[in-house]
């Protein structure tokens, strides 16, 4: 594996980081290298894949929860038509051209990435005004949602029910709720 993509990090950091991969992903040692690998070699791909297909993007990400695929997911406008929804990179430098990366088109959003950020930011002051114990906002590519994570000591699912309707109405796009039982804090 060519080792002068790792030099950015130190010398630790560069042997801890495909052993933390493995871990969160359930996935070997030299699975955890190889999908580095990949994710530092194909910035330029999602780039190119952002570029193409420009305001019809809602996210770009790479999936690393499946251990049997590491892939390239892409969300659009359901209004994209992707035939097909599966393509397989090949890397053309001469010391990747063993490596390929499959790339997924999913066609199903209702906003653009620029669309769903707007709406978060807009909901922002008013769901802290609701919900002073918010910890964070955030949106997830996988899922396609905004996710607010709240403070509650005692989490009431009912009552988490009720506040992802809600936010899912305020923001005007699907929203998830998440109970956490520790507030979030900075140095």
Same mark, same amino acid.
């Given at each position: 594996?060519?080792?002068?993509?790792?030099?950015?990090?130190?010398?630790?950091?560069?042997?801890?980081?495909?052993?933390?991969?493995?871990?969160?992903?359930?996935?070997?040692?030299?699975?955890?290298?190889?999908?580095?690998?990949? %994710?530092?070699? $194909?910035?330029?791909?999602?780039?190119? @894949?952002?570029?193409?297909?420009?305001? #019809?993007?809602?996210? *770009?990400?790479?999936?690393?929860?499946?251990?049997?695929?590491?892939?390239?997911?892409?969300?659009?406008?359901?209004?994209?038509?992707?035939?097909?929804?599966?393509?397989?990179?090949?890397?053309?430098?001469?010391?990747?051209?063993?490596?390929?990366?499959?790339?997924?088109? %999913?066609?199903? $959003?209702?906003?653009?990435?620029?669309? @769903?950020?707007?709406?978060?930011?807009? #909901?922002?002051?008013? *769901?802290?005004?609701?919900?002073?114990?918010?910890?964070?906002?955030?949106?997830?590519?996988?899922?396609?949602?905004?996710?607010?994570?709240?403070?509650?000591?005692?989490?009431?699912?009912?009552?988490?029910?009720?506040?992802?309707?809600?936010?899912?109405?305020?923001?005007?796009?699907?929203?998830?709720?998440?109970?956490?039982?520790?507030?979030?804090?900075?140095?």
């Amino acid at each position: 594996m060519p080792n002068y993509y790792f030099n950015i990090l130190s010398d630790a950091e560069r042997n801890a980081a495909p052993w933390f991969y493995a871990q969160d992903f359930n996935v070997s040692i030299e699975e955890a290298q190889r999908r580095l690998l990949l %994710q530092g070699i $194909s910035s330029p791909l999602l780039e190119a @894949i952002a570029g193409y297909l420009g305001e #019809a993007v809602a996210a *770009i990400y790479y999936e690393n929860t499946d251990p049997n695929e590491f892939a390239i997911k892409v969300t659009t406008l359901n209004t994209v038509k992707a035939v097909p929804s599966k393509y397989v990179y090949h890397f053309k430098q001469q010391e990747f051209k063993n490596y390929s990366l499959p790339i997924y088109i %999913q066609a199903n $959003s209702d906003k653009t990435h620029k669309q @769903i950020f707007a709406l978060q930011e807009k #909901a922002w002051p008013e *769901i802290l005004k609701r919900y002073p114990d918010t910890q964070g906002i955030g949106f997830s590519p996988m899922t396609n949602t905004i996710h607010v994570s709240i403070y509650r000591k005692t989490p009431d699912e009912t009552e988490r029910q009720r506040i992802e309707t809600e936010l899912t109405e305020l923001v005007g796009h699907l929203v998830v709720v998440e109970f956490i039982k520790n507030r979030i804090t900075t140095l």
